[in-house]
């Protein structure tokens, strides 16, 4: 009997232990699941808050790389005397374009949020320059009609033509071309006119390579603000060491502004050769990809190429485009 009872008694015990221990496990699940909901919530309201400032909807912000912005600016300068850059630029806007329309195309229609615009500096003479510029400028997202987004690739192919013309016509009337403050328009313009926290940002600039603009004449030591055919003569970089000299002496432009790390540049339509020096090209990329990297772009976040045949520079841009 005794040893009946000091079973019974042990049996006993051993449930109180076990209920003990699965009440003590519960109350600890619990505690960590509230914890783990606190954690969440504290984490939650800490997202909330840090995206407060921005007007991005969370799901455009999270697919950000796939929201092109795209910028082009024209430099409307004496390049446009000769029929030929126009020809070409006129067939390179066509096919920015057309690779604006193939990203379009590969998006769902709820995360449509994409822009292409297009720029110059100063803001030529003649309005009807700035109302085609306005046609030019086209926003999608997922509320746009399709015609409209079939109907971009004609717009760029239409009105390029017309604005070049008007801008001949503009200088044949201003004994003057509108020009172009390439300049300028990065030190005023360029992260309030082509960087947007919600897209991914590509700066389009059509181009010779030579940088002036009578308004914007700047020298600091061996650094300015420009470049032309007669100031490269003068710099006496004709011979192979251009580089070395480049380096030793700082030349280069002046930086305009700084902290371009959400900008990509693709510049089209080099076109420095020169009969007196055969490192006219060499040296004026190299201006130009040194500017870039002091403004705070990274060497595979930009892209230099000299004029070409449409065909071959549809290839660079699309590339540049669709498959960064």
């Not at 910028?71 to 126009?86: A, F, G, N, P, Q």
């Not at 390579?209 to 710099?235: C, D, F, V, W």
């Not at 480049?246 to 502004?257: H, N, Q, V, Y």
Request: proline share 4%; with cysteine.
């Amino acid at each position: 009997m005794i040893i009946k009872t000091k079973f019974i008694e042990e049996h006993y015990s051993m449930k109180i232990s076990i209920l003990t221990y699965l009440v003590l496990y519960s109350f600890f699940i619990i505690s960590c699941t509230d914890n783990n909901s606190n954690i969440n919530s504290d984490e939650e309201k800490s997202s909330s808050f840090s995206n407060h400032n921005s007007r991005c909807p969370k799901y455009i912000l999270k697919n950000k790389v796939e929201n092109l912005n795209i910028s082009i600016l024209l430099d409307l300068s004496d390049r446009i005397e000769e029929h030929k850059i126009v020809e070409k630029d006129t067939a390179y806007l066509s096919s920015i374009s057309k690779a604006f329309i193939n990203h379009i195309k590969n998006k769902k229609l709820i995360f449509l949020e994409d822009k292409v615009q297009l720029f110059f500096n100063p803001e030529p003479l003649k309005g009807e320059i700035t109302e085609i510029a306005q046609q030019l400028k086209i926003r999608f997202t997922k509320d746009t009609p399709q015609p409209r987004i079939k109907n971009t690739v004609v717009l760029y192919k239409k009105y390029p033509i017309k604005l070049y013309q008007l801008a001949i016509e503009d200088a044949e009337e201003n004994l003057q071309y509108p020009g172009s403050d390439i300049w300028r328009f990065f030190k005023d313009n360029v992260k309030d006119y082509c960087i947007d926290e919600c897209h991914r940002n590509v700066l389009i600039i059509l181009t010779d390579g030579y940088m002036y603009h009578e308004a914007t004449i700047m020298n600091q030591k061996n650094r300015t603000s420009y470049i032309t055919p007669n100031s490269l003569k003068r710099l006496n970089l004709n011979k192979n060491n251009w580089k070395e000299k480049i380096e030793e002496l700082d030349l280069g432009f002046i930086p305009a502004t700084n902290n371009l790390d959400d900008l990509e540049i693709l510049v089209i339509g080099i076109n420095s050769q020169n009969p007196e020096n055969p490192y006219a090209q060499d040296i004026i990329n190299t201006y130009w990809s040194k500017w870039f990297e002091e403004m705070g772009l990274e060497n595979n976040n930009y892209k230099i190429k000299a004029a070409d045949i449409p065909t071959n520079i549809e290839e660079v841009i699309f590339d540049f485009i669709l498959n960064k």
